[in-house]
């Protein structure tokens, strides 16, 4: 859909490891509330409102102009099942280099016609020569089958250059803030760091990201969670 990956706008470097799905690292897993499992999950509870995902779609993109690009699309979802229902979105992207300056931009609206679901979503990130890096994301989402008014803002700072031959080294640290994801009045909180190794002889990045995780909620406090996410991943 037009609108995929608009939140997820980023030259850090190290997006392999963290990018604004804060959540994704810790994947599934159950949040703890006075000792015990709750029915929360980490994904429940930090999102980044990223757009449609893959539909049935009809898709037009426009040429780029001075660094425009745009996207419309109406679509209906038929995997796993098929609902029936209209989903349509609309996407404005943005990308220009200056110098020794560069920057990516994009916005989008959604609408998910399955639960009355209307989204906001943006993200840029800006890249200097020298390798210092900063990149912002955020949205907001309207729903009437979940709670009402659920947002966020996240931001991260990096810095890459090459220490060895055998490619760049990206490091980072973010910041995310997230307000009624999993029910309304509840306050999401996560810093998280990472480190990219490229090795470009053998197309691979080396990767490690830590992500300490607060979470609560109208008369209940979770207790905070951390984890851990290291591996390689090879383009071919």
Not at 153 to 173: N, P
Not at 174 to 181: A, K, P, Q, S
Request: hydrophobic share 35%; no cysteine; proline share 2%.
């Amino acid at each position: 859909m037009a609108s995929d990956a608009t939140a997820e706008v980023d030259l850090s470097g190290t997006e392999v490891a963290t990018y604004s799905s804060v959540g994704d690292l810790a994947g599934g897993q159950f949040l703890r509330s006075g000792g015990a499992g709750s029915t929360v999950q980490v994904t429940d509870a930090f999102s980044n409102l990223d757009g449609l995902s893959r539909l049935m779609r009809v898709r037009y993109d426009t040429p780029s102009f001075a660094g425009f690009t745009a996207g419309a699309l109406i679509g209906t979802k038929f995997v796993p099942d098929v609902e029936g229902n209209t989903n349509w979105d609309v996407a404005l992207r943005y990308a220009h280099r200056l110098g020794d300056f560069k920057v990516q931009s994009a916005v989008a609206y959604s609408w998910a016609g399955s639960n009355d679901e209307d989204r906001f979503d943006g993200s840029a990130s800006m890249r200097f020569e020298s390798g210092l890096n900063a990149t912002l994301a955020g949205g907001y989402q309207s729903n009437d089958s979940g709670p009402a008014r659920a947002n966020y803002a996240y931001g991260k700072l990096g810095y890459a250059t090459r220490f060895f031959d055998a490619g760049e080294t990206a490091v980072s640290l973010d910041l995310y803030r997230g307000h009624d994801f999993s029910a309304d009045g509840s306050d999401s909180r996560s810093f998280g760091a990472a480190a990219v190794q490229r090795l470009d002889f053998y197309r691979t990045e080396v990767f490690l990201g830590f992500r300490l995780y607060d979470y609560s909620q109208p008369g209940d406090n979770f207790e905070s969670g951390w984890g851990a996410l290291t591996g390689a991943r090879i383009r071919l």
